[in-house]
């Protein structure tokens, strides 16, 4: 028989780096679930991702145990590292936004893909240069379908 | 460490993995979405509210963000309602791992007392449970034990009741440090010296055994100071590592001189058990 759910929970948290500080502890502690339990399971999952943060579903069960789903990098946590505005540049307070290329959202879309309600490449690729545009990334060069498209991205 | 919670309701919510990416820029380092909003957690000494203003005023005239709430949370023991009803774990018929407010099982050999507090190590993980069922083959009596990440204490404490005559057990976690110092008085452990830090505070010490539950990149990153402080023909056992981890965790090893002698699995974990020198 199939487990009763209690609730999900959504986090974003760094891959390998989980611990029972905020938000893991008073997400899941309320629930009654170990925390400790769950940080061991989701470290070793994620090692080899370590540092990067990595959004995670967590289903919790009525008896207080639970299962999770590891989901891809959000887009724009891709775009910014493309974008090279790492925290800890000199001036993280960024008046002046960057650019990143047609062949950095295609790796993009392709890390992405799994997650995306998008069947080709392409699409996605579309989604992504939409999604740096409204964080004030411009896309640099040409798309790689030409450049009719490109306002319409 | 004590954190600082944000909490914007931001709309729309296609919105939200843009500001999680900004705010990841200026130290933030945890989330949780509950659709529109998002409670956006930071290190208290890291938190600058200039730096989220200026993020706020730039994606105002794209989204609405309302910044509903700034707080300070308490250091707190998140995990105390798992901690105030767990089950007692049980390791073949001679380990019974419990809390103060369960009885006492007289017919183990081994009862051992854990409140854990947010640490590691109550028996429930595989992990753990096999660095007990692998302890119980081995004769430590009159020998010298290493616990290398030592969470809640829990395996020196086991080391101790197999008469281990010496155990340093050392965490870099403070809740770890303090909750190893309280599990081990808890069980009357004379013989365990527990230490806050990393393998630098037994370097040029040598063990007969050593314990190291921790995870791949860890023992990895420590394979050679481990293998330093143990003695030859010492056995060293290593938990935490996924099943698809052991080659490589074995290669690293045989690399420092520790040859596989055994190996157990459960669920998807493994555990080597290795000797120094052929």
């Given at each position: 028989?199939?487990?009763?759910?209690?609730?999900?929970?959504?986090?974003?948290?760094?891959?390998?780096?989980?611990?029972?500080?905020?938000?893991?502890?008073?997400?899941?502690?309320?629930?009654?679930?170990?925390?400790?339990?769950?940080?061991?399971?989701?470290?070793?999952?994620?090692?080899?991702k370590?540092?990067?943060?990595?959004?995670?579903?967590?289903?919790?069960?009525?008896?207080?145990?639970?299962d999770?789903i590891?989901?891809?990098?959000p887009?724009?946590?891709?775009?910014?590292?493309?974008?090279?505005?790492?925290?800890?540049?000199?001036?993280?307070?960024?008046?002046?936004?960057?650019?990143?290329?047609?062949?950095?959202?295609?790796?993009?879309?392709?890390?992405?893909?799994?997650?995306?309600?998008?069947?080709?490449?392409?699409s996605?690729m579309?989604?992504?240069?939409?999604?740096?545009?409204?964080?004030?990334?411009?896309?640099?060069?040409?798309?790689?379908?030409?450049?009719?498209?490109?306002?319409e991205? | 460490?004590?954190?600082?919670?944000?909490?914007?309701?931001?709309?729309?919510?296609?919105?939200?993995p843009?500001?999680?990416?900004?705010?990841?820029?200026?130290?933030?380092?945890g989330?949780?979405?509950?659709?529109?909003?998002?409670?956006?957690?930071?290190?208290?000494?890291?938190?600058?509210?200039?730096?989220?203003?200026?993020?706020?005023?730039r994606?105002?005239?794209?989204?609405?963000?309302?910044?509903?709430?700034?707080?300070?949370?308490?250091?707190?023991?998140?995990?105390?309602?798992?901690?105030?009803?767990?089950?007692?774990?049980?390791?073949?018929?001679?380990?019974?791992?419990?809390?103060?407010?369960?009885?006492?099982?007289?017919?183990?050999?081994?009862?051992?007392?854990?409140?854990?507090?947010?640490?590691?190590?109550?028996?429930?993980?595989?992990?753990?449970?096999?660095?007990?069922?692998?302890?119980?083959?081995?004769?430590?009596?009159?020998?010298?034990?290493?616990?290398?990440?030592?969470?809640?204490?829990?395996?020196?404490?086991?080391?101790?009741?197999?008469?281990?005559?010496?155990?340093?057990?050392?965490?870099?976690?403070?809740?770890?440090?303090?909750?190893?110092?309280?599990?081990?008085?808890?069980?009357?452990v004379?013989?365990?010296?527990?230490?806050?830090?990393?393998?630098?505070?037994?370097?040029?010490?040598?063990?007969?055994?050593?314990?190291?539950?921790?995870?791949?990149?860890?023992?990895?990153?420590?394979?050679k100071?481990?293998?330093?402080?143990?003695?030859?023909?010492?056995?060293?056992?290593?938990?935490?590592?996924?099943?698809?981890?052991?080659?490589?965790?074995?290669?690293?090893?045989?690399?420092?001189?520790?040859?596989?002698?055994?190996?157990l699995?459960?669920?998807?974990?493994?555990?080597?058990?290795c000797?120094?020198?052929?």
């Amino acid at each position: 028989m199939a487990k009763e759910i209690s609730g999900f929970i959504k986090l974003q948290i760094k891959a390998g780096q989980a611990n029972p500080s905020p938000p893991v502890g008073p997400a899941l502690g309320a629930k009654g679930v170990n925390i400790m339990d769950f940080c061991k399971q989701f470290n070793g999952r994620t090692q080899e991702k370590q540092g990067q943060v990595v959004p995670v579903v967590i289903t919790v069960y009525k008896d207080k145990s639970f299962d999770f789903i590891l989901k891809t990098p959000p887009a724009p946590v891709l775009i910014l590292e493309k974008a090279k505005l790492k925290s800890g540049s000199a001036e993280p307070n960024r008046t002046k936004v960057g650019s990143i290329s047609w062949d950095d959202a295609k790796e993009i879309a392709e890390i992405k893909m799994p997650d995306l309600n998008a069947f080709k490449v392409e699409s996605a690729m579309k989604m992504i240069a939409g999604t740096a545009r409204s964080m004030g990334i411009t896309m640099s060069g040409t798309p790689p379908w030409g450049s009719a498209e490109t306002a319409e991205a | 460490m004590e954190y600082t919670r944000v909490i914007l309701d931001i709309k729309p919510e296609a919105f939200v993995p843009v500001i999680v990416a900004e705010l990841g820029e200026i130290g933030f380092d945890g989330f949780e979405e509950k659709e529109s909003i998002l409670e956006a957690y930071i290190e208290k000494g890291t938190f600058d509210k200039p730096l989220l203003d200026e993020i706020l005023m730039r994606y105002k005239e794209l989204a609405q963000i309302d910044l509903k709430s700034i707080e300070g949370l308490e250091n707190k023991n998140w995990n105390e309602i798992w901690e105030s009803n767990f089950e007692p774990i049980f390791v073949e018929d001679k380990v019974v791992v419990r809390a103060p407010f369960h009885d006492k099982f007289s017919e183990y050999q081994h009862n051992i007392l854990i409140e854990p507090k947010m640490s590691f190590g109550t028996g429930h993980h595989e992990t753990t449970w096999m660095m007990m069922k692998e302890m119980l083959e081995i004769d430590f009596k009159g020998k010298t034990v290493l616990d290398f990440g030592c969470g809640t204490g829990i395996l020196a404490v086991l080391a101790f009741q197999k008469e281990a005559s010496k155990i340093e057990a050392i965490d870099h976690e403070d809740w770890a440090f303090q909750n190893a110092l309280e599990n081990i008085e808890r069980n009357g452990v004379v013989n365990a010296n527990v230490m806050q830090g990393s393998m630098e505070l037994v370097k040029g010490m040598k063990f007969d055994h050593i314990l190291a539950n921790v995870n791949r990149n860890v023992l990895i990153k420590y394979m050679k100071d481990l293998s330093d402080c143990l003695e030859d023909s010492g056995e060293i056992l290593f938990s935490g590592i996924l099943e698809d981890d052991k080659e490589t965790l074995a290669k690293a090893a045989e690399s420092e001189g520790l040859y596989r002698i055994n190996e157990l699995s459960k669920g998807k974990w493994i555990l080597l058990h290795c000797r120094k020198n052929k």
